[in-house]
């Protein structure tokens, strides 16, 4: 009872046209696109959302010959992608987390990149009198008020530096939080986009909000705070513990961060007049 | 209301100005759209109509295994996916994933099941018709399945038309696999979600209004080849 294949295939004049189609398809989207000269770096929504990747690429890429991939995810997520191998560099900002990633053995080594720093956003009548520049005193405000606060609640380097803000306050989010704080568990976007729809409050890192159109109601509130900071850092995925990292390539992209070049096509990129990222690299890491 | 007009005007604006990135990805999600509709098909049709015309202890269940997979959630299928392909995964050898491979390998999966389930419908309506007629002719089950397949070939044009739709309007899945990665990866759905992300909200609306008009466009070219192939086979 087996089938007779020409004759299924005569039967099958549609589907043998569309099978061709599909294979020419096939043939046009090569599975990997070329094994040769490119990386795949993971990072973190907030560089890719404010925009500085479509800055920064295409100049490595002249510099190097050498393509390189960005998978924006949160820190949390991208530090994962890491241990599993399916990264070859990681550009991220969650310094306890990047450390221990390297301490653990996944990364080589990192090297401090850039920094810009984090700013408490709210609706522009600031019913909690948060306005100044003192982030705990803020949080304070915000939860003395129980006015809404849309958190990131996705394990990345934001949400980290808003729990530390939080304990820095006085509060463990774990059980302190009530109805009145969020947590949209999602990336910086669409957690501002929350915010914005509820006139809620919100930490995010400054790229991302200069680069957020839907703002609504919402403005900067807390800024200028030193706690605020946010430092940046690349590494590359430990070639010991997954063979197939490119780590000629990898090595490249982080030397070309941390160059002079580099350096300079980070504190090149502004919108509307601000710039966005601080180069901050030092001679050998 | 006034916005959703604005953003048509802006998707006009965009399709006039002809941007080659656009344009990339309107081809790279046609491209694996249609990839995975055909694959879709290939796996679902012959085994929909198996479905149809066999009579198999578990068919029942089978059955309803099946219809149920109509409403498999995509973000569990993206990772599934993820997890194979990874590199710490079994098929991590591979390195396909965060290629357009694993997209199409996600679409594929998701499409399946619903050609698969479509099909045994329509299968089983036309078997019902002509059960009689093959079995006097001495035609097995197995060999009648072919010539169902054909005799319904013009309402199962419409079943892998309902696979592409699913292809291309899939978001969670490809955004997992695929990594939405600029000039690589990045098709439709996930600039959409990019531009949404970015908060906006009228560029997202019109990649959507784009890629609504990509879907009617292809629907339209089936039904034309479908009105001109009734026409000439009667």
Do not use: C
């Not at chain 1, 589907?15 to 040769?36: E, N, S």
């Not at chain 1, 910086?188 to 509820?198: E, Q, R």
């Amino acid at each position: 009872m087996v089938m007779n294949l020409p004759r299924a295939f005569r039967h099958f004049g549609l589907a043998g046209i569309a099978a061709a189609a599909a294979a020419t398809t096939l043939l046009a989207v090569p599975p990997a696109r070329a094994a040769d000269r490119y990386i795949t770096v993971a990072s973190t929504t907030s560089t890719e959302q404010s925009g500085l990747f479509k800055q920064l690429l295409p100049e490595f890429e002249k510099a190097s010959g050498i393509e390189a991939r960005v998978v924006a995810l949160g820190t949390g997520q991208a530090l994962d992608m890491g241990r599993r191998g399916d990264a070859d560099v990681l550009f991220v900002h969650d310094q306890v987390a990047e450390e221990k990633f390297v301490s653990d053995g996944y990364g080589v080594k990192r090297f401090e990149v850039m920094y810009n720093d984090f700013v408490i956003v709210g609706p522009r009548e600031d019913p909690a009198k948060t306005r100044g520049g003192d982030v705990v005193a803020g949080l304070k405000a915000i939860a003395a008020a129980r006015a809404p606060f849309a958190s990131r609640a996705d394990k990345s380097g934001t949400h980290a530096a808003e729990l530390r803000y939080w304990k820095a306050a006085g509060m463990d989010m774990a059980k302190d939080k009530g109805p009145w704080y969020r947590e949209t568990g999602s990336g910086m976007g669409p957690t501002l986009n929350t915010a914005s729809g509820m006139n809620a409050y919100a930490l995010t890192d400054r790229g991302t909000w200069l680069n957020f159109k839907n703002r609504g109601d919402l403005v900067i509130l807390v800024e200028g705070d030193k706690r605020l900071f946010n430092q940046y850092g690349v590494m590359l995925v430990n070639p010991a513990k997954h063979a197939h990292v490119k780590q000629e390539a990898g090595r490249k992209f982080i030397d070309w961060l941390v160059s002079p070049a580099g350096q300079s096509a980070i504190a090149a990129y502004k919108i509307g007049g601000e710039q966005l990222f601080f180069p901050n690299a030092k001679p050998g890491g | 209301m006034f916005e959703i007009f604005a953003s048509l005007g802006e998707a006009l604006a965009l399709i006039g100005g002809a941007d080659p990135a656009l344009a990339g990805i309107v081809v790279l999600s046609l491209e694996l759209s249609l990839a995975a509709a055909v694959a879709g098909a290939a796996i679902g049709l012959p085994l929909g109509a198996l479905i149809a015309v066999g009579r198999f202890p578990g068919r029942r269940t089978l059955i309803v295994t099946l219809n149920a997979l109509l409403g498999l959630p995509s973000v569990v299928v993206g990772l599934v996916v993820y997890l194979l392909l990874s590199r710490a995964g079994p098929l991590g050898s591979l390195g396909i994933l965060f290629t357009p491979a694993a997209i199409v390998v996600a679409q594929t999966l998701l499409v399946a099941p619903i050609v698969a389930a479509l099909a045994r419908q329509v299968a089983e309506d036309a078997w019902r018709e002509y059960e009689e007629q093959l079995t006097s002719l001495g035609v097995s089950r197995l060999r009648a399945v072919p010539t169902i397949l054909w005799d319904a070939r013009f309402s199962l044009l419409t079943v892998v038309l309902a696979g592409f739709g699913r292809a291309a309007s899939e978001v969670g899945a490809v955004m997992i696999v695929g990594g939405n990665i600029d000039g690589v990866t990045r098709v439709m759905t996930t600039a959409i979600a990019l531009e949404t992300s970015k908060g906006d909200l009228p560029l997202a609306l019109a990649l959507g209004a784009i890629l609504i008009l990509v879907v009617l466009a292809v629907n339209a070219g089936v039904f034309a080849i479908r009105e001109w192939s009734a026409r000439r086979h009667g």
